[in-house]
C-alpha cells in the first residue's frame, strides 16, 4: 500500500512537472516570436525564471516582462518604455469607486477637464501642465483600448524616473495577445511623443517616411497632434477625423484600420 501511494505520488508530480515545462515551452515561444518580431533579444523561462524582451524602438529601448505584487495580490505582464523627462512623474489607472492607493510624494490626484476620462480614470501627477500635455486624446484612447485588452478591465499606465510603465494584470503566454498589448502599449507611446517631437516617421517594411507637415483629408486643416495613419495607404488623419468618418478618406480606399507613426529614431535616419 505504501509502495502504490510513493508510486502514485512520484506519477503526480511528474504529470506536474511536464504540465509546467509545456506551458514554459509555450511562454517562451511567445516571447521569442516577439523579439523575432521587433528585432530584439529574449531570456527564455528558466526553472524560476520568468521570459523577457529587450529592443530597439526608434530612438527608444523597450523591456517586456512580468511582475507579481507583493504579498500574492496578482501578476502583470508590464511594457517599460524610456520616458525623455526624467523628472515627471504621474500615474492612471481605473477608478471603481473603491480605496485609492497612496499617492506617491510629490503627486497628487489632477482632473484634466475631459468628463468620461475624470469619471473612469484616477490620475495622479507631480506636473499638472506635463500631465495634459502627456494625456492628449490620443492617449486616452490608447489607455482605454488597453484596459479592456483581454476583457479584465484594468491597466496602470505610469511614468517615474525617466520610464513609462505599462502594466496589464495577468501573465500574458499566447503570442498573439502578447503582440497586441505590447502594439498598443508602443502607440500608447507615439501618441504621447507626438506633442513633444517636430518630426515624424512612418516605418513600413524598413522604409522610413519623413512627415514634417501633414493634412487631414477629413478636415483639411494641419496634424499637430493625435495623428494616426491608413494602414492601408498610410495617409494621415486626425483621429478624432478618423473615429468620426469610420474609415480612410482617400476616395477608393475601404481601410478602417489605422495604425499609429513611430518616432524616428538616429537608426532609422543613417
Known amino acids: 500500500m505504501t509502495f ?12 506536474m512537472a511536464s504540465k509546467a515545462q509545456s506551458r514554459a515551452d509555450r511562454w517562451n515561444r511567445a516571447y521569442q516570436s516577439l523579439a523575432q518580431r521587433y528585432g530584439g533579444a529574449c531570456l527564455p523561462a528558466g526553472w524560476f525564471g520568468r521570459p523577457s524582451v529587450r529592443f530597439r524602438y526608434g530612438a527608444t529601448h523597450v523591456l517586456v516582462n ?3 505584487s507583493g504579498g500574492g495580490q496578482g501578476q502583470f505582464t508590464q511594457v517599460h518604455i524610456n520616458w525623455t523627462d526624467p523628472t515627471f512623474r504621474c500615474e492612471v ?5 473603491g480605496v485609492r492607493s497612496r499617492a506617491f510624494r510629490g503627486m497628487e490626484d489632477i482632473t484634466i477637464g475631459s468628463e468620461y476620462f475624470d469619471h473612469k480614470y484616477i490620475v495622479r501627477s507631480s506636473d499638472a501642465v506635463e500631465l495634459q500635455s502627456f494625456l492628449s486624446e490620443g492617449v486616452r484612447w ?16 505610469g511614468i517615474y524616473r525617466g520610464r513609462l510603465l505599462i502594466k ?3 501573465l500574458i503566454r499566447q503570442f498573439a495577445d502578447l503582440d497586441e498589448f505590447v502594439q498598443l502599449a508602443l502607440g500608447l507611446f507615439d501618441q504621447a511623443m507626438l506633442n513633444r517631437s517636430t518630426g515624424i516617421d512612418f516605418v513600413d517594411n524598413d522604409k522610413v517616411q519623413l512627415i514634417n507637415e501633414a493634412i ?3 478636415c483639411g486643416d494641419d496634424i499637430t497632434t493625435d495623428m494616426v495613419f491608413c494602414r492601408r495607404c498610410k495617409t494621415p488623419h486626425h483621429l478624432e477625423c478618423w473615429q468620426y468618418y469610420g474609415q480612410c478618406a482617400i476616395y477608393g480606399c475601404p481601410e478602417t484600420k489605422i495604425v499609429a507613426p513611430r518616432l524616428a529614431g538616429p537608426s532609422d535616419t543613417s
Do not use: E, H
Open 216 to 218: 487631414c483629408q477629413v
Open 66 to 68: 512580468t511582475y507579481s
Open 93 to 97: 489607472y481605473p477608478d471603481w469607486g
Open 142 to 157: 490608447q489607455i482605454d483600448r488597453l484596459r479592456y485588452l483581454l476583457g479584465n478591465d484594468d491597466i496602470y499606465v
Open 4 to 15: 502504490g501511494v510513493l508510486v502514485a505520488v512520484i506519477v503526480f508530480l511528474v504529470a
Open 168 to 170: 496589464k494584470p495577468s
